[in-house]
């Protein structure tokens, strides 16, 4: 019986059965399908394409440096298009299964410098610089689901539901919508290898979260990466548009974000709410460095979010507490009662690059720059 509200969606109004038995089809012996992602020039979105390789990857450096239209991605000029791409690490794929592969790859210009839009470089030589401190990070990330006409799932198309109060890991038709994508993005990422740790329903009805973590040093973004592709894949599967917008509805409804959990191996030891705190202090004087570096317009996608009210602190003031969600940094209250373990940073979007995010926590805290 088809959807009403995915009417509009080509992908939805497909019958994925004929294509079964397509993909059900053996490869031949040697051959896998690698599908390359990468970063295009938004710094927020996400391209992919494959190639054939005659032998199973197990390591990012077995595979070829490809290349792409750069001037289709807003990475370079016509006259001069040609991009790279150096493979990073690689996963199982949940879509071709088998020995099949996706590929997340950095990006670089015709001169092999980085692009504009690879923080992955500056955030690896950050983490090099502070690996025995051995920082531990965990991303919530939130997103929501819409439409085709754009719309959050779900949601009357001449109304709006009920105020936000019964949606917040909620049960029930009439207070969740799309459970099927987060079930299938939950599997598809541990399939892949993907360190996701857990999943809800959030504040906003059709709005999500998932959380990925703990993982160390550079692993952290990459693995975000690639669960927002798997993400972006799976929703195209049902005709469902996911967002990492930071306020996909204006008004009286929260916006999304990407809290950011971080530790160092002092703050997981004994008495480590002494290094919490100082790392605190230290936050508390960069507060504007931070909140460029944790939307892609350097703060003004925030600005919609981060206003006070909806959980989330001011962007113009730095603040912190115990078990407070509308402070900058949260300190978990089991943090507190053991005086050791991790802070939360709630100031990151949800459309953040966790390279950046990453990398701000890892100077500011570690490296003290």
Not at 11 to 21: G, R
Not at 148 to 167: A, V
Not at 204 to 217: I, N, Y
Not at 338 to 360: F, I, Q
Request: hydrophobic residues 30%; negative net charge; aromatic residues 10%.
């Amino acid at each position: 019986m088809p959807n009403p509200t995915l009417e509009h969606s080509p992908n939805a109004a497909l019958n994925k059965t004929v294509s079964n038995k397509y993909l059900d089809l053996p490869l031949p012996d040697g051959k896998v399908q690698c599908m390359y992602v990468w970063i295009d020039g938004t710094g927020e979105n996400l391209r992919a394409k494959t190639r054939t390789v005659d032998f199973v990857p197990t390591k990012p450096e077995e595979l070829p440096i490809w290349n792409y239209d750069g001037s289709s991605t807003y990475q370079a000029e016509g006259t001069n298009s040609d991009t790279y791409l150096y493979p990073v690490a690689i996963y199982n794929d949940p879509f071709r299964r088998g020995n099949n592969k996706l590929v997340l790859c950095d990006t670089y210009k015709y001169n092999k410098k980085p692009t504009e839009t690879n923080h992955r470089y500056n955030c690896l030589k950050a983490m090099e610089a502070a690996k025995d401190h051995k920082p531990w990070f965990g991303i919530e990330q939130e997103y929501t689901l819409l439409d085709m006409d754009l719309r959050p799932l779900g949601w009357p198309k001449n109304g709006f539901p009920g105020p936000q109060g019964p949606y917040y890991c909620g049960v029930g038709a009439n207070k969740v919508y799309g459970r099927d994508i987060v079930e299938a993005h939950y599997r598809a990422c541990l399939y892949a290898g993907i360190n996701i740790s857990g999943s809800n329903a959030e504040v906003m009805p059709a709005q999500w979260e998932f959380q990925v973590g703990p993982c160390e040093g550079i692993d952290i973004a990459d693995e975000l990466w690639m669960s927002r592709f798997i993400l972006h894949r799976v929703a195209e599967e049902f005709g469902v548009i996911a967002t990492l917008d930071p306020k996909p509805m204006e008004g009286d409804w929260n916006g999304a974000g990407a809290h950011t959990n971080f530790s160092t191996k002092a703050m997981r030891e004994e008495n480590g709410i002494i290094e919490i705190e100082k790392a605190i202090d230290k936050l508390s004087r960069h507060h504007l460095r931070h909140i460029q570096a944790y939307d892609p317009k350097g703060g003004k996608d925030n600005e919609r979010r981060l206003t006070g009210r909806h959980e989330t602190s001011s962007i113009h003031d730095f603040s912190a507490g115990v078990a407070n969600r509308a402070a900058s940094i949260r300190i978990p209250r089991g943090c507190a009662e053991d005086k050791k373990g991790y802070l939360e940073d709630r100031r990151p979007a949800s459309n953040c690059d966790p390279y950046s995010v990453a990398e701000a926590l890892v100077r500011t805290c570690i490296l003290d720059e």
